[in-house]
């Protein structure tokens, strides 16, 4: 007799994306979702952080970080509109307050002898 199926199995295996965003033009690192769940933020290996508005489904900006930062990690702070990106090169390890507003590095943290999780 076969098992029965969990209903979260079931639940699971009927849900099907919605939309899918293709920006990135190599792996993805790392993503985060806003507090209020109204902005997505994406950042790879090219160097790129894409800011997404998911009301509208839209990509909204397109950065381009210094590759020579290398991007690992990205986190919301408390506002919507500013990250804090942790930073790979080599063995420079830092953490950037960034303005995605107006594109502007707010703070860099420094110190960090290996990999910020």
């Known amino acids: 007799m076969d098992e029965p199926v969990k209903l ?3 639940v699971l295996k ?5 939309l899918v965003y293709k920006h990135n033009k190599d792996l993805i690192n790392s993503l985060d979702i806003s507090k209020d769940g109204k902005y ?4 790879g290996d090219d160097g790129q ?12 900006n397109t950065y381009i970080m210094d590759i020579e930062y290398g ?14 990106v942790a930073t790979r090169k080599d063995n420079t390890h830092s ?7 107006d594109n502007v590095i707010l703070a860099k943290f420094l110190g960090h ?5």
């Open 8 to 10: 979260e199995e079931k």
């Open 14 to 18: 009927e849900m099907k994306p919605a």
């Open 40 to 43: 997505m933020v994406t950042c």
């Open 49 to 60: 952080v894409n800011f997404y508005d998911l009301d509208r489904g839209e990509k909204i």
């Open 113 to 117: 002898s290996s990999k910020i999780l």
């Open 71 to 84: 991007i690992s990690l990205i986190k919301f702070t408390n506002h919507n509109k500013t990250v804090l």
């Open 95 to 101: 953490i950037l307050y960034w303005s995605l507003h």
